[in-house]
């Protein structure tokens, strides 16, 4: 860790701005023609002296986002809009029984990287994340004599889910440290919470498409997946939930209200509302799988179990996508099942690296925590811009996906004639790795859909696999 190069948190003013603008722009909210404020209007909102925003503006220009019209000031140049995917329709809504097939046991390990190129250079480490590094180093060594012939308490760290309990509260999630347990990750949580409200052959609803993590966990467990259609940017279909729960029951549902993996996601407070009425009148469990949730790049949307009105929402996350995958710390609260939770985390797992928990204590209890969430979030939204950018830029209108705004993948949809699968095998002997739409679901067809994600730049080699796909896609 030491050898490798550090960024710090400090962003140039001017860019601030223009990432601001450019997030408008990406967003739709300012659309092609329309005129950007004024020079002095723009110093107004954003607090910060003319030249700042001059240089922001030219920025901008520079990456021909905006262009300067006599007597106009500055207008949005047209670019291609991009258009959400179609969003799907399921006429035959019905249990099924989960067997996937070894051919995509491959690919799913291999998508699970979030890198289209996995070859290309990584960014430099954050001054935070190095700081996270050398406490876990430290803590192994000083916890090392009195510690380490010891398991730690199977719940997990105290303080740790101490500092987790303060971070729900503020959500509106109303839960103390005894009503949660640290795991191995938000997969362990999710298999946890699996085992401990279904037993096998029972249904449980999925959304579609989904994360394939889900849909292997129901294949090794025995469960019988109904999928339910998934709206690109909406999120679970909550009205053709409630159709399929008067011809099914259901044990459980697994959800990710915020920001979704594959599609973007977010589902309105309305709609979490709704679902968690149906949970309680026809008697099920809600899995909410929340680990994208403090990924938003503007607001942190409101947990599902916020609106828990009788503990059965189970929310599953992990620190995987806002600190890093090799922690291996996750978490589950376990509402109602909590008891279970704690028995089936001890057989499974008997208990998680106390010198990491230790560590992430710290982190959250020093506020490093929130500082590197805010770092981070504004990294992914210019990753996200950069990745529309290329899109607008080699794909030229060939392709639908819809703009999220938070998480760090995006749900693409080809044309038909596209079968990504073949193109996964194509791109891979190009070195460049996709994660094709076949893995989000047990019955539909998303043959022409994949997965991108913009948890790195899509600047250098990235961004040329991402020209070099479109020519492999008409090759
Ligand atoms: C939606 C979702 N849930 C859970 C996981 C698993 O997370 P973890 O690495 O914490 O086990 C992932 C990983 O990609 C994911 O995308």
Redesign the pocket.
């Given at each position: 860790m030491g050898t490798e190069a550090e960024v710090s948190i400090h962003q140039s003013k001017y860019k601030v701005v223009a990432q601001a603008i450019e997030t408008l722009i990406i967003e739709q909210k300012l659309q092609p023609g329309d005129k950007v404020h004024s020079i002095r209007k723009l110093s107004a909102d954003y607090g910060v002296a003319k030249n700042t925003v001059i240089h922001a503006l030219h920025l901008l220009e520079s990456k021909s986002l905006i262009e300067a019209r006599p007597k106009s000031g500055f207008v949005v140049k047209p670019s291609q809009v991009s258009t959400p995917p179609t969003v799907p329709i399921f006429d035959d809504i019905k249990p099924s029984k989960v067997a996937i097939p070894d051919l995509l046991q491959n690919v799913m390990l291999r998508g699970?990287a979030?890198d289209i190129t996995p070859t290309a250079q990584t960014e430099p480490v954050h001054s935070l994340m190095s700081k996270l590094h050398r406490n876990i180093n430290k803590n192994m060594r000083t916890q090392a004599a009195k510690k380490v012939m010891y398991y730690d308490e199977p719940q997990g760290n105290r303080l740790l889910r101490e500092q987790l309990a303060l971070h729900y509260r503020y959500l509106g999630v109303d839960a103390e440290a005894n009503q949660m347990t640290v795991t191995?990750?938000?997969?362990?949580?999710?298999f946890l919470a699996l085992m401990a409200t279904c037993n096998p052959g029972d249904n449980v609803i999925i959304e579609s498409p989904g994360?394939y993590?889900?849909i292997q966990l129901l294949d090794q467990l025995g469960l019988h997946a109904i999928e339910v259609p998934s709206h690109s940017q909406a999120g679970l279909n909550v009205e053709v939930l409630q159709k399929t729960l008067t011809q099914f029951s259901v044990s459980a549902c697994v959800v990710?209200p915020a920001y979704?993996?594959p599609s973007g996601a977010s589902m309105s407070d309305e709609d979490k509302e709704l679902l968690v009425a149906l949970a309680n009148r026809y008697n099920f469990a809600l899995i909410e799988?929340d680990?994208?949730g403090d990924l938003g790049f503007r607001q942190r949307p409101k947990p599902l179990k916020s609106f828990d009105s009788e503990d059965r929402v189970i929310l599953?996350s992990?620190?995987?996508?806002s600190l890093s995958?090799d922690l291996?710390i996750?978490w589950v609260i376990g509402g109602q099942w909590q008891e279970r939770i704690n028995r089936l985390k001890l057989v499974s797992h008997l208990a998680c690296n106390q010198s990491v928990q230790l560590a992430l204590f710290q982190f959250m209890q020093e506020g490093d925590f929130k500082r590197y969430l805010r770092h981070i979030r504004s990294t992914l939204e210019t990753q996200r811009n950069q990745l529309v950018h290329a899109l607008h830029k080699y794909w030229e209108g060939k392709v639908k996906f819809a703009v999220p705004d938070g998480g760090l993948s995006m749900w693409v949809e080809l044309p038909s004639s596209v079968d990504t699968l073949t193109l996964y095998n194509k791109a891979l002997a190009n070195n460049i790795v996709i994660t094709p739409g076949v893995l989000f679901s047990v019955e539909r067809d998303f043959s022409n859909f994949m997965r991108l994600s913009y948890c790195h730049p899509t600047t250098g080699q990235r961004e040329q696999a991402i020209k070099k796909l479109r020519a492999l896609i008409y090759s």
């Open positions: 699970a979030f191995g990750g938000c997969q362990h949580a999710l994360f993590g889900v990710s979704a993996t799988d680990i994208y599953c992990s620190f995987s996508k995958r291996r996750g």
